[in-house]
């Protein structure tokens, strides 16, 4: 799974605020996610690195989960009632 890390973040930033209060420390949170993610992304394909099990797991979730969320990471971090 080598396109987990890059899908996640481009939805990420595609993502579009509307009415939501913009929250600094939210949005400074997921910019670095977003940074963090599009660079393990764009590692793994330049060096061709091997990928484990678990990073795959771990990248095919988080992507999951910020689709489900439609990019808003303030979203995921809400408890849900």
């Given at each position: 799974?080598?396109?987990?890390?890059?899908?996640?973040?481009?939805r990420?930033?595609?993502?579009?605020?509307?009415?939501?209060?913009f929250?600094?420390?939210i949005?400074?949170?997921?910019?670095?996610?977003?940074?963090?993610?599009?660079?393990?992304?764009?590692?793994?394909?330049?060096?061709?690195?091997?990928?484990?099990?678990?990073?795959a797991?771990?990248a095919?979730?988080?992507?999951?989960?910020?689709?489900?969320?439609?990019?808003?990471?303030?979203?995921?971090?809400?408890?849900s009632?």
């Amino acid at each position: 799974m080598r396109r987990g890390h890059l899908v996640g973040a481009t939805r990420m930033i595609f993502y579009r605020r509307g009415d939501s209060r913009f929250r600094l420390g939210i949005s400074l949170l997921a910019s670095l996610l977003g940074a963090s993610m599009a660079i393990s992304g764009l590692e793994i394909i330049l060096y061709q690195q091997t990928v484990s099990v678990w990073r795959a797991i771990g990248a095919c979730a988080l992507c999951v989960l910020i689709f489900r969320s439609r990019g808003n990471i303030a979203a995921l971090l809400r408890p849900s009632p």
